[in-house]
């Protein structure tokens, strides 16, 4: 659908700037003790208790802009350009803000023509650029805070209102810059006001030596912040442990994903207020979930918030949802669910959560890698691989600890198949673990035990490290060639925080390292000369999950399967290494035993996709997911909108480019093989009383 283009004298938008202002700086009253889910008696004209106002801004579509910050299409996608900041001890605003919105954007994955932007709709006027206005905000509850970021485009449609509400990807925070280009544009493409929420994560890195951290803007202060842990000892925990840093999601003891739906309604809520504040000429409720409609559109952790909060909505405030590469825990049922895939044997489902196979991941990856590289390189060139020097010394670390029977890279490779993952998704294995390492469990058990920054769980603490990639070995130093003014536009929430392939500026690092504290893949946990990746680290952390708290905690976030009829798709991604596609199956499974024929649940499952975007070094292997999650919504908006048919589950056959990475052209329509309306019946996914079916 293309944006209509409507021109505004800067007068009139004055004048509903003046008109709206008292609304939008109204002052919060103190906040409640307990979140409360949206109720239909809530005034959606009056300021919520909870809403703290925090900043209004209107971009005009040229300067400066809601999608690219002034940036434009054309520019993010011919220049991979870093963002210069004049003074990077003070960067202003406006150079955060354009720092995490400079994506470089490869048109050769199918962006900016298939899904994200499209080419055809710009024009020399028009690149990309939405003209609007940007409202900073805060849930305020209980010392935790809560970012959120609504864009209202000048082409807010008022006859046909639409909100679409985008969970953070990830840990990431308000301005992540995948939400705002795809998922946010395309709510802004079609005429909707579009919020965001951090899911209490955003802005989190808090500096313990200087007790400093970043406000919901980005700005370096030493008060009034996103995430402000409390330290007993600080001075001296600083002084043992330097260089030193505690992560919100890590480190809050908040275990805020109990409460991503909540955060999601709140989005909403935040949104109605706002919208009718804007809009309403009288005291009256111009918009309301009967004449407004309401889109959830979140992937990964996002995606698994979209879903929590379908869950909680028992009063039909989202009309639809899409969940792309979901993060998703539930509890087991007392009646099994089971998986037949092609012509397997039917088999029950296990219900992992990230927390626990991640984890699993760490102790056996780094050993795997040879076996790896002995199965594929007649058809690969295995990415990162080559890296693995040290392997070995991992298996005979395992095979000590009795997690190994013959220390060799072939058993731990058959453990992880055993486990979830599959041989086609052995080539990313590598990839994955150099990548994310041991920061993608950590944050999880952390979080859901609640431990203080100060225990320093399993002997890592977070720390600045080495960030020169010559003789690159992860080791604790001093930010020198960022500062951490400059951090806030870098992270992306997860760690390690990498400045290019080859160097990091902070991460999990082994305080027990035998030389000095180091990042696990340089650190020696068994013997002074031999690398094992932090075998004792691994399996500290993978002996938490076992822990009390951790357990409670695991059961606060976990999900009941009841979505209350909500039309929903749920995108998933065959090849996802990190987000297994079993966990996605058994949702669907378990939402087909407990909503059964009322259910309005799609699965959609697509081959040759993972967690990655299809770019180098996979862009010869894999395809963009988020390609589909667009093709979803899209189905969603024309069946609430001209009521069109939805498709049903099925397997989508993407096709990966094939040849050598990095000299692949482009995807095409070809590659991108969209959802079908009437699939092949041999594509097609059924699903019925705790069973799921898949074609292979």
């Known amino acids: 659908m293309k944006m209509n283009i409507k021109i505004k004298t800067l007068a009139s938008w004055l004048v509903l700037i003046i008109i709206t202002m008292p609304h939008l700086l109204q002052a919060a009253v103190k906040p409640e003790k307990r979140l409360n889910i949206i109720r239909p008696e809530i005034q959606l004209n009056q300021k919520p208790d909870w809403l703290t106002i925090v900043s209004s801004n209107y971009y005009d579509g040229d300067k400066d802009d809601l999608v690219t910050a002034g940036l434009g299409f054309t520019r993010l996608s011919t220049t991979n350009s870093v963002t210069n900041f004049a003074n990077p001890a003070k960067p202003t605003i406006h150079e955060l803000r354009q720092a995490k919105l400079n994506r470089f954007i490869n048109p050769n994955t199918g962006e900016g023509s298939l899904f994200g932007f499209k080419r055809q709709d710009l024009t020399p006027l028009f690149d990309g650029k939405v003209a609007g206005t940007e409202i900073l905000a805060t849930i305020d509850n209980d010392n935790e805070k809560v970012g959120l970021l609504l864009q209202i485009p000048l082409d807010f449609d008022t006859n046909k209102p639409c909100i679409v509400a985008v969970p953070a990807s990830d840990s ?56 402000a842990p409390k330290i007993n000892n600080r001075a001296q925990y600083s002084q043992q442990y330097p260089n030193r840093y ?87 049922p007392k009646t099994p669910i089971t998986l037949k895939l092609g012509d397997n044997a039917t088999k029950p489902l296990d219900f992992k959560s990230i927390a626990d ?45 009795k997690l190994l029977t013959t220390a060799s890279p072939q058993e731990a490779l058959d453990k992880l198949h055993q486990y979830g993952w599959t041989s086609d998704m052995d080539i990313q294995l590598p990839y994955f673990y150099y990548r994310e390492s041991i920061g993608l469990p950590y944050k999880y058990i952390s979080s859901y035990g609640r431990f203080d920054v100060s225990q320093n769980m399993c002997n890592y603490s977070v720390a600045s490290t080495q960030q020169d990639p010559i003789y690159y070995m992860g080791l604790v130093k001093s930010l020198k060639e960022v500062t951490f003014e400059q951090l806030w536009g870098l992270a992306s929430g997860n760690l390690p925080l990498w400045l290019g392939i080859n160097a990091t500026a902070l991460d999990l690092v082994n305080n027990d390292d035998l030389h000095s504290p180091r990042r696990d893949f340089y650190s020696s946990s068994q013997h002074k000369d031999e690398v094992d990746y932090n075998t004792k680290g ?47 199956r058994a949702y669907v499974a378990l939402n087909s035993q407990i909503e059964n024929k009322t259910s309005q649940l799609r699965y959609m ?65 070809k590659n991108l093989i969209p959802i079908s309306q009437s699939p092949n019946r041999n594509d097609l996914i059924k699903k019925e009383n705790g069973k799921i079916t898949l074609p292979k």
Request: hydrophobic content about 35%; proline content about 3%; some cysteine.
């Open 172 to 227: 990431d925070g308000l301005f992540n810059a995948k939400d705002i280009q795809i998922r946010g544009l395309w709510g802004l493409r079609h005429n909707c006001a579009v919020v965001y929420n951090d899911k209490a994560l955003g802005n989190g890195i808090y500096d313990i030596t200087n007790q400093r951290g970043y406000s919901i803007d980005g700005i370096t202060q030493t008060n009034n912040l996103m995430f």
């Open 246 to 332: 505690a992560i919100k999601q890590l480190h809050s003891k908040q275990n805020s994903e109990q409460r991503w739906g909540e955060f999601v309604l709140k989005s909403i809520e935040f949104a109605f207020y706002q919208l009718n504040s804007e809009f309403s000429e009288t005291q009256k409720v111009t918009f309301n979930k009967d004449n407004t409609i309401v889109l959830v559109y979140g992937t990964t952790d996002g995606g698994g918030a979209a879903l929590k909060a379908g869950e909680l909505d028992k009063d039909n405030i989202i009309k639809g949802i899409v969940a792309v590469n979901p993060q998703i825990y539930t509890l087991p």
């Open 357 to 401: 196979y991640s984890s699993y991941a760490a102790l056996y990856i780094p050993c795997a890698v040879p076996a790896i590289i002995a199965n594929h390189s007649d058809n690969y060139i295995i990415p990162l691989a080559d890296r693995y020097l040290h392997s070995q010394n991992r298996c005979d670390s395992l095979n000590k600890a």
């Open 538 to 584: 691994a399996i500290c952390l993978n002996k938490k999950l076992k822990d009390p708290r951790v357990q409670q905690g695991l059961k606060q976030v976990a999900m009941s399967g009841n979505l209350n009829k909500i039309k929903t798709f749920i995108v998933h991604a065959r090849n996802n290494v990190k987000q297994l596609p079993d966990t996605a």
């Open 605 to 669: 499952e697509v081959e040759n996709t993972s967690y990655l975007d299809g770019e180098v070094p996979f862009d010869n292997t894999l395809v963009s997911i988020d390609y589909y999650g667009e093709d979803a919504i899209e189905w969603l908006w024309a069946n609430l909108t001209s009521k069109a048919t939805l498709p049903d589950s099925q397997v989508i056959r993407a096709k990966a480019q094939g040849g050598k990475s990095g000299y692949t052209t482009g995807v095409t329509s």
